[in-house]
């Protein structure tokens, strides 16, 4: 049954994420949850810069489509898709499901999940949206 399941759900992972990287998804249903599930995919099938690019390109047509194209955050978007990636990564031959990547990260479906690196004064600057910024160093 599992596996009936786990090809089911990526049947309609793989076409969401078609959806999204067409610019065809319907942004009423582009929630934080959404984000976390399109980073995760685009984190297991390309490499890292192929996946930033993708993921990029997909929220900047997103936020463009609903009339916000200032909405796109390169900061957050960078951080929080090297955050997926890494958690990936920390199950290489492990369970790679989708329902065993959110409940082993449960933190990321909190929208301030990356407070821990980032002060909000930064996140919340023209500059953080604009460009990449990286987390301060540590003193």
């Known amino acids: 049954m599992r596996a009936e399941y786990d090809s089911a ?3 309609t992972l793989a076409r ?3 959806a999204f990287e067409l610019g065809t998804l319907d942004p009423a249903s582009f929630d934080h949850a959404a984000h976390v599930r399109m980073a995760f995919a685009m984190a297991g099938r390309y490499a890292f810069d192929d996946a930033l690019a993708r993921y990029s390109r997909a929220l900047r ?3 463009a489509r609903v009339g916000r194209p200032d909405k796109y955050h390169a900061t957050v978007t960078v951080a929080f898709l090297a955050l997926v990636g890494e958690r990936r990564m920390e199950h290489p031959g492990g369970d790679d499901s989708w329902d065993a990547f959110a409940e082993r990260n ?3 479906f909190e929208r301030d999940c990356l407070d821990r690196w980032y ?3 930064v996140l919340a600057s023209d500059r953080a949206r604009r460009t990449f910024i990286l987390p301060a160093p540590r003193r």
């Open 9 to 11: 759900f990526e049947d």
């Open 106 to 108: 449960p933190d990321l």
């Open 119 to 121: 002060d909000g004064a």
């Open 16 to 18: 969401e994420l078609a």
């Open 61 to 63: 047509r997103l936020c």
